[in-house]
Nanobody, 123 residues
Framework: VQLQASGGGSVQAGGSLRLSCAFS????????LGWFRQAPGKKREFVAT????????TYRDSVKGRFTISRDNAKNTVYLQMKSLKPEDTAVYYC?????????????????WGQGTLVTVSS
């Protein structure tokens, strides 16, 4: 399995970005997908996750109402729509996949990881 994240960039506070993560090398619909982020000097933290069919999503509290995770099983792609961005959202964002990672917030539940895409939010 390979994951390729894209869509990062630099925006001002209040702006929006949509991250994409292309999945290949496996049965996409058999994997739960997640987004994590890591700011400089900090531990990697959970952002959002979506179930195999897309019917269940889970978010960290600080992004609820601003971020939306979705997946397109026909395109083997997972997305993270980010709105009302804040400087504290600045981080490298990683997508991850796991067969048993239903509603999982721990990185250890995900077997496969993308390379990360940088999001910078300026005030």
């Amino acid at each position: 399995v390979q994951l390729q994240a894209s869509g990062g960039g630099s925006v001002q506070a209040g702006g929006s970005l949509r991250l994409s993560c292309a999945f290949s090398g496996g049965a996409f619909s058999s994997y739960a997908l997640g987004w994590f982020r890591q700011a400089p000097g900090k531990k990697r933290e959970f952002v959002a996750t979506i179930s195999w069919g897309g019917g269940s999503t889970t978010y960290r509290d600080s992004v609820k109402g601003r971020f939306t995770i979705s997946r397109d099983n026909a395109k083997n792609t997972v997305y993270l729509q980010m709105k009302s961005l804040k400087p504290e959202d600045t981080a490298v964002y990683y997508c991850a996949a796991g067969r048993r990672a239903y509603a999982a917030k721990s990185p250890s539940e995900y077997a496969y990881w993308g390379q990360g895409t940088l999001v910078t939010v300026s005030s």
